[in-house]
């Protein structure tokens, strides 16, 4: 466009150069007949040009037709480059999605869930957002994520956002009413699927159970509770704020699944050699069955489908997360 601009006034240039050696005219003069001629409108001529003044005209008047034509095509292109551009982009957006599996799906990119995406994201890109704000597509495209511009509650929309293959899902919409259609229509299309949802009502958390969410939370709860331990343990605050971040390498807390092939499956704390091995600390244990064992004793025995809650630093979790599960 700047290169545009510039050929526009080089025109206008000789345009009044011309006039001003041919016919003598002034400056004003010049630049008047200059602009009537590039622009058509057919006003009347200033002077009555000699007849080297009128085939100068007519050369004017061919170069500023040429001139609007390219500006034209220029402009044309721009849009059609542009919207090209964007039907590719979204193409390939989709084809992304459409390989996914296992992935996350966070309908709703407000405050929470742009926060929620980005924790997500230390772990693995795949995250699928779904948001009906057309607006917040500019956003999504700087942060990076895959996304679908539409309704949630839309089960074509969720269907192509690979919820039949998906892993997890967030309930994370504006109202409540939204987040238990939302979680209904999830669970219909997707019976294995995990969901949590987002309730602002304490008094919908037991609905949201109900219609198919495993887990149904509480952002004022959660905020509140945060601020009370800061209050009351500032420095409990601190520590679980490093450890469950991922920002720091001194300190983290995991937690680790064992699988059916997995060397650690019928050895003891005490015999796996975790701690010496891998400096780790097991915090805690679920079982297959959900119970949840704490600060479990050297004795207790490592079993198949065994979740381990493990701290510490970033390179033993990883080296214990290989020896654990070789395979994956």
């Not at 952002?219 to 209050?231: E, N, R, V």
Request: net charge neutral; hydrophobic share 50%.
């Amino acid at each position: 466009m700047e290169i545009a601009i510039i050929i526009a006034v080089f025109i206008f240039g000789i345009g009044i150069a011309g006039y001003m050696l041919i016919e003598q005219w002034n400056f004003i003069d010049a630049a008047y007949m200059t602009a009537i001629t590039l622009s058509t409108v057919g006003f009347l001529e200033v002077h009555e040009p000699t007849t080297a003044g009128r085939i100068f005209t007519i050369i004017l008047i061919f170069i500023g037709a040429g001139y609007f034509l390219y500006l034209a095509g220029v402009i044309v292109q721009a849009i059609v480059e542009g919207e090209i551009r964007t039907l590719l982009g979204r193409h390939r957006l989709d084809k992304k999605i459409k390989k996914l599996e296992n992935h996350y799906i966070i309908c709703g990119y407000g405050r929470i869930g742009r926060v929620l995406c980005n924790f997500i994201k230390e772990d693995t890109p795949d995250i699928v957002v779904l948001e009906q704000d057309e607006t917040q597509a500019d956003v999504l495209e700087k942060d990076k994520l895959h996304y679908l511009i539409g309704d949630a509650l839309d089960e074509e929309l969720l269907i192509k956002a690979g919820i039949k293959k998906a892993g997890f899902l967030v309930a994370a919409l504006a109202t409540d009413t939204a987040n238990v259609f939302l979680v209904l229509t999830a669970r219909q299309l997707n019976p294995d699927i995990y969901i949590m949802a987002r309730a602002s009502n304490p008094g919908l958390k037991k609905k949201l159970i109900i219609a198919g969410a495993n887990r149904v939370e509480s952002p004022y709860d959660t905020g509140a509770i945060s601020m009370g331990l800061k209050l009351l343990r500032p420095n409990v605050r601190t520590f679980l704020d490093i450890a469950l971040s991922r920002k720091s390498d001194a300190i983290q807390i995991e937690e680790l699944f064992i699988q059916k092939k997995s060397r650690y499956i019928q050895l003891t704390l005490k015999d796996s050699r975790i701690r010496q091995d891998f400096n780790l600390i097991i915090i805690a244990i679920k079982k297959a069955s959900g119970e949840m064992i704490f600060a479990p004793h050297f004795e207790t025995l490592l079993q198949e489908n065994n979740i381990l809650i493990v701290m510490g630093k970033t390179k033993d979790l990883k080296a214990f997360a290989k020896a654990l599960n070789p395979d994956e």
